[in-house]
């Protein structure tokens, strides 16, 4: 656990903010239930064969790996997950006035459901509640995709044009929407305080942000159990579990 003295310094970081920006990953929502990848208990740590699921090459050009997908979204830990203490507690600095936006790679939607203002929160790899036509673009919500599943077809195509259907998540291999990383390059350029909550930061181009914001002038805040590449850059790093950490620094 973080020893007192490293709390309080985090703490007071907070504290001084004016401009906040919160970047956070899977790591803030396990305790929600939701795995995240490379944690001790990640999807990929116990499962090195589930990576492929995330590739879009994959994805597109084996039918297995999408009837494998389709059974995985069903099964989503985030259709019944609610927010914990650790997105409850930046959604308290939002309704404080210092934070100005919630850079997020989780697909989950609990930090909306925690009452932060949709606006604020940029999904950099989407979400898992639509679906996307990989073909015409066709959006619904996913919902409609998943009962065609429920009712047989394994590999629901679009409704149509028949294209490949997918969630409207960002996998690897995809590019993200470039307006929203703009959005995020910008946010966190201007913050005078970045907090990494529950992010491996291995992930690109996400993590650069971190770099950015440092080389920008803001003071940074990692939050996070294990060591990350950008841990040097940060003015504190706490280890603590974020239910605990984030909590404390109000
Ligand atoms: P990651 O799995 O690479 O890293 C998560 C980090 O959080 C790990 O370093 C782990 O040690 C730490 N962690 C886990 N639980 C913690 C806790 N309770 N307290 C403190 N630290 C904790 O996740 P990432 O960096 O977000 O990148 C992985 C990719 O996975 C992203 O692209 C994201 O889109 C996707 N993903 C999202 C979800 C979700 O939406 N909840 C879940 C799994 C993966
Ligand atoms: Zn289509």
Redesign the pocket.
Known sequence: MDSGAELGRAGELVAGARRLVAMT???I???SG??????PN??WTRDPAAERMSNFRDYVSSREVRELTWQARIEHP?WAAVPNAAHHALAELERRGILRAIVT????RLQQKAGSDPDLVLEL?GNMFESVCLDCADRRDMREALARVRAGETDPPCADCGGILKSATVSFGQSLDRALLDRAASAVRECDVLVVA??????QPAAGLVGLAANAGARVLV????P?PYDDAAEVVLRG???ETLPALL
């Not at 939701?34 to 944690?39: L, N, Q």
């Open positions: 990953g899977a790591g929502s396990t305790d939701i795995p995240d990848f490379r944690g990640g999807l985030g790679q989780n697909i989950d790899h529950g992010s491996s930061l291995t992930v939050c996070n159990a294990a990350t579990p974020l239910g």
